[in-house]
Antibody, heavy 120, light 110 residues
């Protein structure tokens, strides 16, 4: 079964760090671009980051640049989002999603999401 | 404020045809393919249309996509109650070097 499963969400104080994980199964993980997308409560979708197939190229939304770092471990079919200096406006459900082999390809598989709440 | 503009809401009656539009610019829609996602209440988004007008396996033929210049459209014909959801357009932006989503359009089936 093709699926992505996120984990690592929770409640964290402003300024602290959190690492999200995304476990892939049922497809050749190492051959696809992987994205993180978030959705604040009651709001729309916001793209956060992508990592290339080989992990060498990483792109970030301006809102998280310099604070978030994306990485992948193709040997373990795992994908990570390290978040630092968290702010209340980072509160959202974070989804990992599978792209294609190109950056503009559609996200055809989505995880169920993991909730991150930044609050004191 | 998203770089892709969608009408916040649209409504229709069962059996009707509705169109959802997505307006962008030359740096995003104008030079790239467009994808559409459907998000049912309380669930993760689902890919509905990719590469402007292609349907993934399992998506009914009632859903179709198109693009003209710097705008794209999603059409839903034969509207059904289960189509009630929020629909998002998305594409790559060459200036931002990132993916951009529209603000979403909530479809209500009356």
């Amino acid at each position: 079964q093709v699926q992505l499963v996120e984990s690592g969400g929770g409640v964290v104080q402003p300024g602290r760090s959190l690492r999200l994980s995304c476990a892939a199964s049922g497809f050749a993980f190492s051959t696809y671009v992987i994205h993180w997308v978030r959705q604040a409560p009651g709001k729309g979708l916001e793209w956060v980051s992508l990592i290339s197939v080989d992990g060498r190229k990483k792109y970030y939304a301006d809102s998280v640049k310099g604070r978030f770092t994306v990485s992948r471990d193709n040997s373990k079919n795992m994908f990570f989002l390290q978040m630092h200096s968290l702010r209340p406006d980072d509160t959202a459900v974070y989804y990992c999603s599978k792209g294609g082999d190109g950056y503009s390809d559609a996200f055809d598989i989505w995880g169920q999401g993991t909730m991150v709440t930044v609050s004191s | 404020q998203s770089l892709l503009t969608q009408t916040p809401s649209v409504s229709g009656t069962p059996g009707q045809r509705v169109t959802i539009s997505c307006y962008g610019s030359y740096s995003n829609i104008g030079g790239n393919t467009v994808n559409w996602y459907q998000q049912l209440p309380g669930t993760a988004p689902k890919l509905l249309i990719y590469s402007i007008n292609q349907r993934p396996s399992g998506v009914p033929g009632r859903f179709s996509g198109s693009k003209s210049g710097t705008s794209a459209s999603l059409a839903i014909s034969g509207l059904q109650s289960e189509d009630e959801a929020v629909y998002y357009c998305a594409t790559w932006d060459d200036s931002l070097n990132g993916v951009v989503f529209g603000g979403g359009t909530k479809l209500t089936v009356l």
